[in-house]
């Protein structure tokens, strides 16, 4: 390995380490992290919804409370 291929080696794990401390780096193990338990939240949330919606009885109640 050359002097020049060490420097960048050396250079590009620099520039690695400094993009995972960047706050709006979308792949910083600490964002990574962040949106796995924004994704778990979301799903429980629509997960939710669809439980708590009776979706046979939707119609009637549009056509109860919606005029045309």
Same mark, same amino acid.
């Given at each position: 390995m050359t002097l020049q291929d060490e420097l960048? &080696?050396?250079l590009n794990q620099t520039i690695q380490l400094l993009e995972a401390e960047?706050?709006?780096n979308p792949s910083a193990s600490r964002n990574e992290r962040i949106e796995k338990g924004f994704q778990r939240s979301l799903a429980s949330y629509f997960r939710g919804l669809e439980d708590a919606i009776?979706? &046979?009885a939707l119609e009637t109640i549009y056509y109860? &409370?919606?005029k045309e």
């Open positions: 960048l &080696n050396e960047i706050p709006a009776d979706w &046979n109860r &409370n919606v």
